[in-house]
């Protein structure tokens, strides 16, 4: 079964530094994998998707992912972090290539400090 | 532009009542999904329509239902409302194809059961 896991509940980081939000998933098959954002009182917002082609894909807002086979990993990254980059952040895996249901993630809550 | 809206965006309740949330989609997409989200638990889907007269149980059904009479909309109704119902209500819209889609998701409505 497909099922995707964020191993930290909040990332902390200060402003200008890289940030990087793990994500490790279980597929079988090819995966489609995705990263949404959730501010406050909001609802998500997608990010950015790989669904196949160039390992390193890259998104709204700055973001980046890069997607690693071997390890099943898709982490989410940003070269230079901003205050207002702080959110709730949720990976996400398709369940199938013939469903559009989406397994998400526990969520990370990324902290960016002044 | 496209957009997904659900009202009410706040609701409170008391127990025993039937409660309809509306969620409405310009973006004709087929696929639509309502989530429930609590802390601790991330996202979890409730029901899920691939297209008009289409509904689908999600992982947390009990004590809701849907109903896909147009594209556009996707009514959660729950019939009889408990205290456990407490919760933040987001519908997501998404299209089909052989790629994975991204959902788009509503606002999100925060009811209260009491």
């Known amino acids: 079964a497909q099922s995707v896991a964020q191993p930290e509940d909040q990332v902390n980081v200060a402003e200008g530094n890289p940030l990087t939000v793990k994500c490790t998933y279980s597929?079988?098959?090819?995966?489609?994998l995705f990263w949404y954002v959730q501010y406050p009182n909001r609802g998500l917002q997608f990010l950015l998707k790989?669904?196949?082609?160039?390992?390193l894909v890259k998104g709204s807002y700055g973001f980046e992912a890069e997607f690693n086979k071997s390890q099943t990993s898709f982490h989410l990254k940003k070269p230079s972090a901003l205050v207002s980059d702080s959110a709730l952040y949720f990976c996400?895996?398709?369940?199938?290539?013939?469903?559009?249901?989406?397994?998400f993630g526990q969520g990370t809550t990324l902290q960016v400090k002044p | 532009d496209a957009e997904i809206t659900q009202s009410p965006r706040h609701k409170i309740t008391e127990t025993g009542r039937q409660v309809t949330l509306a969620c409405h989609q310009t973006?004709?997409?087929?696929?639509m999904f309502w989530y429930r989200q609590d802390l601790g638990h991330g996202l979890r889907l409730i029901h899920y329509?691939?297209?008009?007269?289409?509904?689908n149980k999600g992982e947390v059904s009990d004590g809701y239902s849907v109903s896909r009479s147009n594209t556009e909309d996707l009514p959660l109704t729950l019939e009889s409302a408990a205290s456990s119902q407490t919760s933040v209500y987001f519908c997501?819209?998404?299209?089909?194809?052989?790629?994975?889609?991204?959902?788009?998701f509503g606002p999100g409505t925060r009811l209260t059961v009491t």
């Open positions: 973006w004709n997409h087929n696929n």
């Open positions: 597929v079988s098959g090819n995966p489609y």
């Open positions: 329509s691939y297209g008009v007269q289409d509904t």
């Open positions: 790989y669904i196949t082609g160039d390992n």
């Open positions: 997501a819209s998404s299209g089909t194809g052989t790629g994975g889609t991204e959902q788009y």
């Open positions: 996400a895996v398709r369940e199938g290539s013939n469903t559009g249901k989406l397994i």
